[in-house]
């Protein structure tokens, strides 16, 4: 199947074929049609599958269709929302990509930056709005933004909305949608409360399901080496001696482990950033786009942060921490070998995250390739159920030891002092 055999308009195929897009990913091929014939979508698809064209083509075809009946100044008829500022800015670029030989504008908010910027571009009338809910609330309730005309709603990222505690901005933003429209809803996971959720937005929706989370792309190769906690930072710089990662993508668990990472990458001369919650957005958008541009070799990512970064051609991924929930696994090294594309996973594991190992390999049902070539091996063995015992016995002792010492210190300092009974 080809692009052209969606029936797409001359305007928006240029564009794809200026994009090299000639073959639409599969959750393309099947949400297109639907949006096309004005269908509530029901979709589930894991990161990487090209869901963002997935609904952006067609609704860029609806809004052109629909030009002829506009008169004066633009109103919003498009509102995407999503959890992150930096995958707003991501699906703002690809509805100018594919929309660049058309006259349909679109424009992107977002908070933890100055508003007037956008409360300009809002003034000045646009047709397509991709939002993150509070500073979308926000605007709204100062009287910048009006939904009355929303005839195409977008929720995306939905189970990462839920996570990050905004159920209440959508529900408020859901109060405010005309009855009238076409919801189209994607998450990459559907448990209850995702579900519950898409039935209060949904009419009547087609479902479509593509590469559930328990799967990993076929062409991505996962690799892991196994060493202790304290020779993860050695082993990161002998495996970023291998030149051919000319650009990575490694996560950390943590924010202040982000930053310890990029201290140590630096001190060895190595190009990197790190982008999470406590950096300002003007600091995350630098470093992404200088990422881009290949003037950093190494972006360091907690998983949040990440969560939208769409790079072509992103090859290496690392794990620097093990996450402890094996669906995160599966979103992380989806951000390389992306719509068929080749990528590469390495995972460094220490002792303590060798379960979480087991759990991924579980839920992915396929072993990770061991290295054998690892010059800092894992040397400590994971405890077995007998020594897990013992270490909770001594835990226990050497807690009791410090209360009988504290009590003997403090009698001694004070004759008077009397343990109270309980």
Same mark, same amino acid.
């Given at each position: 199947?080809?692009?052209?055999?969606?029936?797409?308009?001359?305007?928006?195929? &240029?564009?794809?074929?200026?994009?090299?897009?000639?073959?639409?990913?599969? @959750?393309?091929?099947?949400?297109?049609?639907?949006?096309?014939?004005?269908?509530?979508?029901?979709?589930?698809?894991?990161?990487?599958?090209?869901?963002?064209?997935?609904?952006?083509?067609?609704?860029?075809?609806?809004?052109?269709?629909?030009?002829?009946? =506009?008169?004066?100044?633009? +109103?919003?008829?498009?509102?995407?929302?999503?959890?992150?500022?930096?995958?707003?800015?991501?699906?703002?670029?690809? !509805?100018?990509?594919?929309?660049? #030989?058309?006259?349909?504008?679109?424009?992107?908010?977002?908070?933890?930056?100055?508003?007037?910027? =956008?409360?300009?571009?809002?003034?000045?009338?646009?047709?397509?709005?991709?939002?993150? $809910?509070?500073?979308?609330?926000?605007?709204?309730?100062?009287?910048?933004?009006?939904?009355?005309?929303?005839?195409?709603?977008?929720? %995306?990222?939905?189970?990462?909305?839920?996570?990050?505690?905004? @159920?209440?901005?959508?529900?408020?933003?859901?109060?405010?949608?005309?009855?009238?429209?076409?919801?189209?809803?994607?998450?990459?996971?559907?448990?209850?409360?995702?579900? /519950?959720?898409?039935?209060?937005?949904?009419?009547?929706?087609?479902?479509?399901?593509?590469?559930?989370?328990?799967?990993?792309?076929?062409?991505?190769?996962?690799?892991? #080496? /196994?060493?202790? &906690?304290?020779?993860?930072?050695?082993?990161?710089?002998?495996?970023?001696?291998?030149?051919?990662?000319?650009?990575?993508?490694?996560? *950390?668990?943590?924010?202040?482990?982000?930053?310890?990472?990029?201290?140590?990458?630096?001190? &060895?001369?190595?190009?990197?950033?790190?982008?999470?919650? %406590?950096?300002?957005?003007? =600091?995350? =958008?630098?470093?992404?786009?200088?990422?881009?541009?290949?003037?950093?070799?190494?972006?360091?990512?907690?998983?949040?942060?990440?969560?939208?970064?769409?790079?072509?051609?992103? +090859?290496?991924?690392?794990? #620097? %921490?093990?996450?402890?929930?094996?669906?995160?696994?599966?979103?992380?090294?989806?951000?390389?070998?992306?719509?068929?594309?080749?990528?590469? *996973?390495?995972?460094?594991?220490?002792?303590?995250?060798?379960?979480?190992?087991?759990?991924?390999?579980?839920?992915?049902?396929?072993?990770?390739?061991?290295?054998?070539?690892?010059?800092?091996?894992? /040397?400590?063995?994971?405890?077995?159920?007998?020594?897990?015992?013992?270490?909770?016995?001594?835990?226990?002792? &050497?807690?009791?030891?410090? !209360?009988?010492? +504290?009590?003997?210190?403090?009698?001694?300092?004070? $004759?008077?002092?009397?343990?109270?009974?309980?």
């Amino acid at each position: 199947m080809t692009f052209q055999d969606l029936k797409l308009i001359p305007s928006i195929l &240029k564009a794809l074929r200026d994009e090299n897009y000639t073959e639409p990913t599969s @959750i393309q091929a099947k949400s297109i049609p639907l949006v096309l014939n004005k269908e509530d979508v029901l979709g589930s698809a894991q990161t990487g599958t090209g869901k963002t064209a997935a609904f952006a083509i067609p609704i860029l075809q609806h809004l052109v269709n629909n030009q002829q009946n =506009q008169n004066g100044k633009r +109103r919003i008829s498009t509102l995407v929302i999503t959890p992150t500022r930096e995958l707003a800015i991501q699906i703002g670029e690809s !509805f100018s990509a594919y929309g660049k #030989y058309t006259t349909i504008t679109n424009t992107v908010i977002f908070g933890g930056v100055n508003q007037r910027s =956008q409360t300009n571009v809002l003034r000045q009338g646009v047709d397509v709005l991709i939002a993150t $809910p509070g500073r979308l609330i926000d605007l709204m309730n100062q009287g910048y933004i009006s939904l009355q005309d929303v005839k195409y709603f977008v929720l %995306d990222e939905a189970d990462r909305m839920l996570d990050m505690g905004f @159920i209440h901005d959508i529900k408020k933003v859901l109060a405010k949608l005309p009855k009238q429209r076409q919801s189209l809803f994607f998450s990459a996971t559907m448990p209850k409360n995702i579900l /519950t959720l898409s039935q209060q937005i949904l009419i009547n929706p087609k479902k479509v399901s593509v590469n559930p989370v328990s799967s990993t792309a076929e062409t991505i190769q996962q690799y892991l #080496y /196994t060493t202790n &906690k304290e020779d993860k930072s050695k082993l990161l710089l002998h495996i970023l001696e291998d030149p051919k990662l000319e650009q990575v993508l490694l996560f *950390s668990r943590t924010k202040h482990g982000a930053d310890r990472i990029v201290r140590n990458l630096r001190k &060895k001369k190595i190009e990197c950033a790190a982008i999470h919650g %406590d950096k300002s957005q003007n =600091q995350r =958008q630098r470093a992404l786009k200088e990422f881009k541009d290949d003037k950093i070799r190494v972006l360091v990512a907690t998983d949040i942060a990440a969560r939208g970064i769409d790079i072509d051609k992103l +090859r290496y991924v690392i794990n #620097y %921490d093990i996450p402890n929930e094996p669906e995160t696994y599966v979103h992380r090294i989806g951000r390389c070998g992306r719509a068929g594309e080749e990528g590469t *996973s390495i995972s460094i594991c220490e002792p303590e995250e060798n379960v979480y190992i087991r759990d991924i390999e579980k839920l992915i049902k396929k072993n990770i390739e061991v290295v054998g070539d690892n010059p800092f091996p894992q /040397t400590d063995k994971p405890m077995n159920a007998t020594e897990k015992k013992a270490l909770q016995k001594e835990k226990q002792r &050497k807690k009791q030891e410090f !209360f009988a010492n +504290r009590n003997k210190k403090r009698g001694s300092q004070n $004759p008077g002092f009397r343990r109270k009974k309980r």
